[in-house]
């Protein structure tokens, strides 16, 4: 992720600047700051590209179990694999996305799926960045330009938080997993309120996540195609306090367990967006 290569956005507003970094490089979110307030910062963080900071994660988020999926009579290997076996968060993650438009407001990327063994599929995926005066909305499409495919897409935005910070959600359902990170069942639950501690796991039932520091107030909000946020708090080895939150359209190990959630029909196209608003 080279400074050379990363695009700035911004909008000002009644003296006070909302403003973006993104870097071709996995399409990744780097920096965000809302209203003068910094809210995502890859700065002095270690390891950032191990990290998957702020990247796009396509054609699946998250995990595949035993690095393997089978879609229409036909086995696939994946990459990427992990010291459990499993295939992370896809392919694009380190991949240079192709900049079809930058403004001084937006950037829109695109990658074109296709040319891997792990996943022969013709599958176009649009990625565009848009900062306003206090939020940044991020949209996606993929459209399915041959034969039938699986597709999951996620992103994985770092933020910020400092030495105290609250997570609120009204979720009802948390994901239980394996040993493998695997999801195995499930669990009812009445909201979330995260304060800190060890975290690394998926949660469903609300598109809304508030999220407050002893600087800023933000929500996350699901706008469209994505029903899962998977939250993981890093140690603070990484560099900083950070606390991942990460819209995810199906959940980890789909290919293998929820296959016909993530069915992209030929001649489809699938619609995504999420949202980071400062209270």
Not at 29 to 34: G, I, Q
Not at 73 to 100: C, M
Not at 125 to 150: C, F, M, Q, T, W
Not at 165 to 187: C, G, H, W, Y
Request: one cysteine or more; aromatic letters at 10%; glycine letters at 8%.
């Amino acid at each position: 992720m080279h400074p050379e290569q990363q695009l700035s956005i911004a909008r000002n507003s009644e003296g006070a600047t909302s403003m973006a970094v993104i870097s071709p490089v996995g399409g990744a979110l780097l920096n965000l700051s809302l209203q003068g307030t910094p809210i995502i910062d890859a700065t002095g963080v270690v390891g950032i590209e191990e990290m998957f900071f702020g990247s796009i994660l396509a054609p699946w988020p998250n995990r595949l179990a035993d690095h393997t999926y089978s879609f229409a009579g036909r086995t696939f290997s994946t990459p990427n694999v992990d010291s459990d076996n499993n295939s992370n968060h896809g392919l694009v993650f380190k991949r240079e996305f192709e900049v079809l438009n930058h403004s001084i407001d937006s950037v829109e990327l695109k990658y074109q799926l296709g040319h891997d063994e792990s996943y022969p599929f013709d599958v176009e995926l649009l990625v565009e960045y848009e900062i306003s005066s206090d939020s940044l909305k991020v949209l996606a499409s993929a459209n399915n330009r041959g034969e039938a495919a699986p597709f999951g897409l996620g992103f994985h935005p770092y933020y910020s938080v400092g030495n105290s910070f609250r997570v609120r959600a009204d979720f009802d359902k948390q994901i239980l997993t394996n040993e493998k990170m695997i999801p195995v069942s499930s669990r009812a639950i009445e909201g979330l309120d995260y304060t800190g501690g060890a975290l690394d796991d998926c949660f469903s039932g609300s598109n809304l996540v508030e999220l407050q520091t002893e600087t800023y107030s933000v929500s996350i909000t699901l706008d469209q195609g994505f029903d899962y946020f998977m939250l993981y708090r890093p140690s603070e080895s990484v560099g900083k306090s950070l606390l991942a939150i990460e819209p995810m359209s199906c959940l980890t190990n789909a290919f293998n367990s929820h296959m016909d959630s993530v069915v992209l029909q030929s001649g489809e196209t699938k619609n995504f967006a999420f949202s980071i608003k400062k209270n």
